[in-house]
């Protein structure tokens, strides 16, 4: 079964949303979240289903981090991230009922992942590639569509836009803060290595075996450090 082509039409830029409540006077001013840099990129499949895909900007960084990607290669990573959503799950028993997914798993079975210990970057980085690699083999391929087809759609509607000759073009055009980069490169390294979660550290923190100083304590209750 060979696998399908979905062409991509169009990349653009938006924001998740965020908290805009007013605030009435003397009211504290909460912390703001959201309006985090969200991509969209919309691919059609052969039958003409139109799809969306949703990735935060972060995306980029993570993948850099995870597999040890060159910040500067954005055309590597957005081809990785625009391939991922087909990568089957391996402990879900019905992909396997899948013809395209089962051939894939056979052929990424055993491949380390971002979280293997004792793993170079090197090691993560071809094996994530080998997965986009089967991806691309066994079930969904990714092209763009011509411009022909997409300036002539976009004059039918009457939309005054000249559409650039790569519909991903302004993906291309984004460039990452190894900086960022290296930080996230940071927590990763410490998830793996304690093979936990993240501690959040604050001022009640203390290292294991020490002394523990004063417990904050409940509002209602006094005493005296322990």
């Known amino acids: 079964m060979a696998a399908e082509v979905w062409k991509v039409w169009d990349a653009e830029l938006g924001y998740t949303p965020t908290d805009f409540t007013q605030l009435r006077e003397g009211q504290p001013i909460p912390p703001r979240d959201g309006a985090d840099p969200l991509w969209g990129v919309s691919r059609v499949d052969e039958q003409g289903n139109a799809k969306l895909h949703l990735f935060p900007h972060i995306t980029f960084e993570w993948r850099c981090a995870e ?16 391939h991922e959503p087909w990568i089957p799950n391996a402990d879900d028993p019905l992909a396997l009922t899948d013809e395209r997914a089962a051939k894939i798993l056979a052929d990424i079975h055993g491949l380390p992942t971002c979280w293997t210990p004792g793993v170079s970057d090197e090691t993560r980085r071809q094996a994530h590639l080998t997965r986009i690699a089967a991806v691309k083999s066994h079930s969904a ?3 763009p569509e011509t411009l022909t087809m997409r300036q002539g759609v976009i004059d039918y509607l009457g939309i005054d ?13 984004t460039r990452l803060d190894p900086i960022r980069v290296e930080a996230r490169k940071l927590a990763l390294a410490r998830y793996r290595d304690r093979r936990s979660s993240f501690t959040p550290v604050s001022i009640t923190s203390k290292p294991p075996s020490t002394f523990a100083g004063r417990r904050p304590w409940p509002a209602a209750s006094t005493g005296a450090a322990e």
């Open 67 to 82: 597999y040890g990607f060159d910040p500067d290669d954005i055309a590597t990573i957005l081809d990785v991230i625009l």
């Open 141 to 143: 391929r990714l092209e």
């Open 161 to 173: 836009a000249t559409l650039p000759e790569d519909p991903l073009a302004p993906l291309h055009q």
